[in-house]
Structures are given as C-alpha cells and as structure tokens.
C-alpha cells in the first residue's frame, strides 16, 4: 500500500469517528433534552396537584366553617365563650379581695374557681355516664355553694371600691356578683338543653308511658315489681310480669280488661245483635193476613117481622168457643246468637283452666268465675267439665 493510499484511509477513519462522535453527541443531547421535557412536565404536574389540593383545602375550611356556623355549634361555642368571659372578669376581683387581705390567701379564689368548674364538669361527666339522679344534684348543690360564695366575695368587694358613689358600688358589686354566676348558671343550661336534645324520642314516650301506667295502676305495678324480684335476675320479662300481675290483680288474662268491662262488652254485644236482627213479632205481625171488618147487617123494619120470636130451649151443656191452636214461637237470633257466645265463653274458660293444669298452676274456682265475670259456682262447673272429660280420656 502506498502513501497516498495510507493518507486517504486515514481521513475516512478521522471522519468516520468524527461522524460516530457526532451521531453520539446529538442522542447525548437528545437525551438531556427528553430529561429536561419530562422534569418540566413533572414538574407542571406538581404544580397542578398542588394547586388542587390548595383548592381543596380551601374549600374544606369554607364547608367546615359553614357547618360550624349551624345553631348546635353556635350555641356550644358561645357559651363556652361566655363561661370564660365570665371566669376572666370574677376572678381577677377575687384575686384582689384575698390579697388585700393576706398574700398567703392568693391560692383562694383559684382554688374556688377551680372547685365550681370542676364540679360542673362533673355534672356533665355524670349525665354521659348515666349515673344516678343524686350524684347529678349532689354535684349541682356544690356547684352552686362554690358560685354562690364566689358572688358573695365579689359582692362585698364591689360595695368597698373607692372613688365611687354608694349607688356606683352596689351597681359594680351586683354586676360583679352577676358575671360571677353567669358562667355557671350558663354551662348549667347548656348541659340540661345537651341532655334532653339527646333523649330519642321513643325512649322519652316510653319513659312517659311507663309513668303513666305506674301512677295508673299502683297495684298491679307493686306486684309485677314483686314478681320480678322474686324470680331469678333477667327470667322473667318486665312486661310478662305485668300481665301476670294484672291477671292476678284483676282476673283477666288481658291487660286493661277487667270484670265490670267484660260484662259490659257482653251487654254491648247481645244489644247490638238484638238491634241488628229484626224483631220476629213484629215481622208476624205484619206478615199475618188481616182479619176482615164486619159490617152491620141491613136494619129491617121493625114491623116488617109477621111472627114474634120464641125462644130456643136451653140445654145444659155450653157450647165452648173455638180457638185456634197455640204454635210456639221461634227463638229469635238474639237469643241464638247470646247463647253461642255463652258457649264460647265456657269454651275458652275450661281451655284457660286446661292450659293452667298443664303449666302446673291450676287456677282455683273463684278466680276463674271472676276472670271470665261469673260466680265462683260457674268456675266449679267448668272444672269439673274440664276434668270429667280427662276422666272419660284416661278410661277409653
């Protein structure tokens, strides 16, 4: 190979990697250039989100401001406001009532202050937990002790302020005595409005309800109360006990029912069966053909007879007079209808004595008559059905 040759290779090498290290040099930039595309982008992404969720924030605080403005916020949050507007403008007069006394006396109006909230605190830690009612005025009798001796300090140092008229003291010692018993009579009034809008509604009626019956029913509630206690704890039922009770009390198994009411709805049934059912004398009555109206022979002349009259020999036998035959009259529905309901009554009274037998607490003769508004004799009858035919089962 010659010189020439030699020269010419290497100015094609030299440009060949000239070419190569430029081909390298733009894809080095091409790639700088996509990382620096896919950074901005990135980088715009972030800003967007960040944006957003700015906006999102913002318009949580809005929504969470116009929740917090409804009334239940409102009304917690003012007085609480009012709680320590009230602490803030007693306390301080307190302070300098018991240091102008001793500084060993500055704790006091702390302590007192202390002691009137915390006891409030109390009353509202009570009502959540649902303890008893002494315990929520035991702790509402010491709130107002604490108030009450915080007004009177208040009170006595608003009369010795000096510099002012008689009628500026008492106007400084009666607002300070005030403000002193506000924050308390406050919180107060909040808890009581807290606990009863909390109260569900059907709890309350039922709180009613159960009131109402106890002061109704006096008996019958000391003996389900009795019956409840003497059975073991959660055995028998606050309601099945009433029935109970009130069956014992009163006869009937139904609750609200009693003799004198039985009776009557007795009364009230055969009455309007009567009323419904037409009478059936009355409907013979109208449906027996009418008897027809004699009329007065013709007169006749009084000279017109020829011969006088003689008159028919008696016998001795009087001729009786005719009558038709007495038919029976057809019992009405009424009387069909009452004695069906008597069946059924002493129906359902020998299935109450059956069931009582089977339970093991056979019910006795007088309670049953008086259950069903009969006498104790009508109860022994239907005993004794009942067990002639337990008699008459065990023999077949």
Known sequence: ?????????????????????????????????????????????????ERAAVRE???????????????????????????????LASLPAQVAHFA????????LPFALEGAAWVMAAGVAYADARRAPVWVRW????????CAGFAAWVNYGYGLHLEGLSPADARAAGWGLAAVTLLG?????????VSTLAGLDPAARDMGRHAARRRRHHRAVHRLAGRLVSAAPYGALHAEDAWARAWEVVH????????????????????????????DAKRTDRNTRPRTPVRTAPPEKD???????????????????????????VPRTDAAVFEEAELE????????????????GQPIGPAALGREFGFTEGWGRKRIRAVEQRRTNALAA
């Open 1 to 49: 190979m010659t010189y020439r040759e030699e020269l010419r290779l290497d100015r094609e090498t030299a440009a060949e990697e000239r070419r190569r290290d430029a081909a390298a040099a733009e894809e080095r930039r091409a790639a700088r250039q996509r990382e620096a595309d896919e950074r901005r982008e990135r980088l715009r992404g972030q800003a967007r989100a």
């Open 344 to 359: 059924r009554t002493r129906q359902r009274a020998e299935e109450a004595y059956a069931d009582s037998v089977s339970a």
């Open 184 to 192: 308390p009579v406050v919180f107060e009034i909040r808890q009581w």
């Open 138 to 145: 035991l702790l509402r009798v010491l709130v107002a002790l």
């Open 100 to 107: 102008g006394i001793s500084v060993a006396l500055l704790p």
């Open 302 to 328: 009084a000279y017109a007879q020829a011969t006088p009259r003689t008159a028919a020999p008696r016998t001795g036998e009087r001729t009786r007079a005719v009558r038709s035959p007495r038919t029976a």
């Open 251 to 278: 006869g009937p198994c139904v609750p609200g029912m009693t003799p004198d009411l039985e009776r009557r709805a007795q009364r009230s049934a055969v009455r309007l069966a009567k009323a419904r059912t037409p």
């Open 57 to 87: 924030e913002r318009r949580a605080r809005r929504s969470e401001r116009a929740r917090s403005l409804t009334p239940e916020h409102v009304y917690r949050r003012g007085t609480l406001a009012l709680v320590v507007a009230s602490g």
